[in-house]
């Protein structure tokens, strides 16, 4: 299984940035989706965006589309660059892997998942 550790998570402002990065380990191959996905106490967990094994792909949702970049490395990292934080943001945030090389938008689509890391953004 692939182990993956999200880090980035804090307390921002509303209006302001905040970084998350997710370390793949373990069993890694080059041809895999990895996403992120969110929850907030009393929802479902949702999804945010995900990008293809050669990153030339992305999706995003559309509650996060114009204001979060997701981006990978050679290092088996994936990014979520969130800008223009609003207090709805607010949830823990999950890195996850769906072995597929088609870009997975779907919770069941992925496999392995990290343990979160929480963002809260205040108003």
């Known amino acids: 299984q692939v182990q993956l550790a999200e880090s980035g998570g804090g307390l921002v402002q509303a209006g302001g940035s905040l970084r998350l990065s997710c370390a793949a380990s373990?069993?890694?191959?080059?041809?895999?989706?990895m996403g992120w996905f969110r929850q907030a106490p009393g929802r479902e967990r949702e999804f945010v965006a995900a990008?293809?094994?050669?990153?030339?792909?992305t999706r995003y949702s559309d509650s996060v589309k114009g204001r979060f970049t997701i981006s990978r490395d050679n290092a088996n990292t994936v990014y979520l660059q969130m800008n223009s934080l609003k207090p709805e943001d607010t949830a823990v945030y999950y890195c996850?892997?769906?072995?597929?090389?088609?870009?997975?938008?779907?919770?069941?689509?992925?496999?392995?998942w990290g343990q979160g890391t929480q963002v809260t953004v205040s108003s």
């Open positions: 373990g069993r890694t191959f080059s041809s895999y989706t």
């Open positions: 996850a892997v769906a072995h597929t090389v088609v870009v997975v938008t779907t919770v069941t689509g992925f496999d392995s």
């Open positions: 990008i293809s094994w050669s990153g030339g792909r």
